[in-house]
């Protein structure tokens, strides 16, 4: 399992990367600012960009599962993402 940190513009995110079967994944934890712990806010998954006008995909992330973004995102975009989702519930 690898671990990728982003701590830049007021996010501290911790991503845990898994593979299971063929999906990869991360859990994705948070840490609200002036607290010592993380929360588990759920996970993103890699998945491919729909090709737009070229035969060719790029590997993107999101935070629906099985959901295909029209533009690339890098981990720490869609972890943003199911940020701003995790904290309208």
């Known amino acids: 399992m690898r671990t990728r940190k982003y701590n830049k513009n007021g996010f501290d995110i911790i991503a845990n990367?898994?593979?299971?079967?063929?999906?990869?994944?991360?859990?994705?934890?948070?840490?609200?600012?002036g607290e010592a712990d993380y929360i588990e806010i759920g996970t993103i998954y890699e998945n491919d960009t729909a090709p737009?006008?070229?035969?060719?995909?790029?590997?993107?992330?999101?935070?629906?599962?099985?959901?295909?973004t029209m533009w690339k995102q890098r981990w720490h975009d869609a972890a943003i993402k199911l940020y701003s989702e995790w904290r309208k519930q």
């Open 17 to 33: 990367l898994k593979r299971i079967d063929d999906q990869i994944m991360a859990d994705i934890l948070y840490k609200p600012y």
């Open 52 to 68: 737009c006008g070229t035969t060719r995909s790029t590997a993107s992330w999101t935070h629906e599962k099985c959901g295909s």
